[in-house]
């Protein structure tokens, strides 16, 4: 079975640009979570998504977004960009919701 | 609100001698615990998991952790270090029953001398 996938796995954009990153999660899997990784804060948690609905979210301002389709496929959204949302973006899948988390390789942003 | 602490964002051992890494945790609702090992330039793999029953955890890799709800810990073993074992090491917990949200620590990185 194929595990998570993110793409792109590096990303370089300026500030004040906008950036979408996609994850699709392990087959099956309808549950998908985000989390950011940055060497200050560590791994924070974004959004939780299931069957397209958002579940849970972590304490980020309105610029980070996220959705999912009906193919569980997912996508998190950062408009205008700030230095400090240079980090490592990783989704993780898992079924049923509550179950154990797969993560994907991580997109790594950098913001100039 | 959960928290987790790890005890030493570095920890330095010999090829061959016990691996410890140390975890705490705080949770107000019984938790599901986890051990992920990330390697450079990687995502996060799991280690192991503890969610309901026997508190002695065995995962891959020769490493197991023990849930001791008394000390409200879970820390992480190995008995003979690898230089593959040489990678960060997150703690995590979550709700039983609960979210998906997972609470890090910030982390263990181990290194690994010959």
């Known amino acids: 079975k194929a595990g998570v996938t993110q793409t792109p796995r590096y990303l370089i954009k300026t500030r004040g640009q906008q950036v979408t990153l996609s994850c699709s999660p392990i087959?099956?899997?309808?549950?998908v979570s985000w989390y950011q990784q940055t060497p200050g804060q560590g791994l924070q948690f974004l959004f939780e998504?299931?069957?397209?609905?958002?579940?849970n979210k972590g304490n980020f301002p309105g610029r980070f977004s996220g959705r999912q389709f009906s193919n569980s496929r997912s996508e998190m959204n950062v408009s205008t960009l700030e230095l400090g949302d240079s980090a490592l973006y990783l989704c993780a899948s898992s079924s049923p919701p509550g179950a154990t988390q797969y993560f994907g390789p991580g997109t790594r942003l950098t913001v100039l | 609100a959960q928290s987790v602490t790890q005890l030493g964002s570095h920890v330095s051992v010999s090829e061959g001698a016990l691996v410890l890494l140390r975890c705490n945790y705080s949770?107000?609702?019984?938790?599901?615990l986890f051990w992920y090992v990330q390697y450079p330039n990687q995502g996060l793999q799991l280690l192991l998991k503890y969610t309901t029953g026997a508190t002695l955890v065995k995962g891959i890799n020769g490493f197991e952790a023990e849930f001791k709800k008394s000390e409200t810990s879970f820390h992480l073993t190995k008995p003979s270090a690898h230089m593959s074992d040489a990678a960060e090491y997150f703690c995590a917990v979550s709700s039983q029953g609960g979210s998906e949200k997972l609470v890090f620590g910030k982390g263990t990185k181990l290194t690994v001398n010959p």
């Open positions: 998504y299931f069957s397209e609905t958002q579940r």
């Open positions: 949770s107000s609702v019984p938790p599901y």
């Open positions: 087959s099956g899997h309808r549950s």
